[in-house]
Nanobody, 116 residues
Framework: QVQLVESGGGLVQPGGPLRLSCAASGFTFSKYVMNWYRQAPGKEREFMAAITSGYSTTYYAESVKGRFTISRSNAKNTVYLQMNNLKPEDTAVYYC?????????WGQGTQVTVSS
């Protein structure tokens, strides 16, 4: 079954860290770019970070550059998002994504809430 399953969300205090994971299955993970997006209440889904196959080149939205780090383990078919110095405005549902030839694949999302 082709799917992405996110985990690692939760409640964190401002300034704290959190690491999200996204486990992929059903396709050749190592061949594809992997992305993280987020969607806050009442807002559109927005791009956060991407990591390519091969050289694992990374790209970030300006709003998270320097605070978030995307990485991948092709051995574990997993992509990660390390989030540091979290702010209340980072509160959102975070989604893993990969644009496969057959479909634009999304996970179910994981909630991140930044609050004291």
């Amino acid at each position: 079954q082709v799917q992405l399953v996110e985990s690692g969300g939760g409640l964190v205090q401002p300034g704290g860290p959190l690491r999200l994971s996204c486990a992929a299955s059903g396709f050749t993970f190592s061949k594809y770019v992997m992305n993280w997006y987020r969607q806050a209440p009442g807002k559109e889904r927005e791009f956060m970070a991407a990591i390519t196959s091969g050289y694992s080149t990374t790209y970030y939205a300006e709003s998270v550059k320097g605070r978030f780090t995307i990485s991948r383990s092709n051995a574990k078919n997993t992509v990660y998002l390390q989030m540091n110095n979290l702010k209340p405005e980072d509160t959102a549902v975070y989604y893993c994504n990969s644009k496969l030839p057959s479909q634009n694949l999304w996970g179910q999302g994981t909630q991140v809430t930044v609050s004291s």
